[in-house]
């Protein structure tokens, strides 16, 4: 097994990985960060913008990997300025994480797959654009996961087991422009949604047991635990608690967050 080991203080890198069996680890939870800033609207050499799958601070690859006891943060901001800015990209075919915080605003985790199929030319360029779409199993326990939109996402059958979940608050913009909260629910502006996962159809997706889902300071009933990128989205929550900043109705749909998608198959034990 590689053995990679982050010391105590910030590590501003951006990390990039792909060995059979790899441990990464830190000497604590906030002891050993590991820092980067890549935001998907900056732009590249090629004048294109840098898009969601190479903002990542780590990018993990292999057959088993385990990862514990440090934080990997993506620094970038706000999502509606600086874009989708991903932490951590998961991409082993077994991937074990323990003790981890992982700090971002939207799309902090993304856990492979990818979907089979881009909405938009190039929407998924990156390490795993044009390669084969390979299941992946994860395993997450005792993590911190912070962010604001879809900031768990992929298409990996994965384990969070007591973990907390933090939803950020979204503060209104200077400008009066798209990137504002566009829907709301009641009057209450939506602050963001939790999980968007791109399960294929027939898998397990997410499966969240006695996690804490918390804000640091987002209103009641203004976010949505999950939502399917794709229509066949799964993800179940067992014994799980949450704070009042969740909305009654807990899911959201893709195209209008009001109307949930019939294929998709979220579900609280």
């Known amino acids: 097994m590689k053995v990679l080991t982050i010391n105590k203080g910030i590590t501003i890198k951006k990390l990039e990985l792909e060995a059979s069996s790899i441990l990464l ?3 604590g939870m906030d002891k050993s960060v590991l820092s980067n800033g890549d935001g998907g609207y900056d732009l590249m050499p090629d004048g294109r913008k840098r898009g969601t799958f190479r903002s990542y601070t780590a990018f993990i690859s292999g057959q088993d ?24 990209y998961a991409d082993a075919e077994r991937f074990t994480c323990k003790r981890v915080h992982l700090k971002g605003h939207q799309d902090t985790l993304f856990l492979s797959p990818l979907p089979v199929k881009e909405r938009e030319p190039d929407g998924f360029k990156g ?7 390979i299941p992946t199993i ?10 604001d939109i879809d900031f768990i996402f992929g298409g990996a059958d994965a384990i969070f087991r007591n973990c907390e979940i933090r939803s950020l608050f979204r503060p209104p913009l200077e400008s009066d422009d798209n990137r504002q909260i566009r829907y709301t629910h ?26 804490l889902f918390t804000t640091d300071c987002c209103p009641d009933g203004s976010v949505y635990l999950a939502r399917p990128w794709r229509p066949y989205g799964k993800a179940v929550f067992k014994s799980c608690s949450f704070g009042a900043h969740i909305a009654p109705e807990r899911f959201a749909g893709w195209a209008n967050p009001l109307q949930v998608e019939s294929t998709a198959d979220f579900l609280i034990l």
């Open 186 to 211: 009641d009057g209450v502006p939506i602050q963001g949604f939790v999980c968007a996962p791109c399960t294929p159809e027939g898998g397990r997706g997410f499966e969240f047991i006695n996690c």
């Open 127 to 133: 390490p795993r654009q044009k390669a084969p779409r």
């Open 138 to 147: 994860q395993y997450y326990e005792d993590c911190l996961i912070e962010g």
């Open 25 to 27: 680890r830190g000497a």
């Open 65 to 88: 990997v385990t990862v514990k006891d440090l934080t990997i943060e993506n620094t970038a901001g706000d999502g509606r300025v600086h874009g989708q800015a991903v932490a951590l």
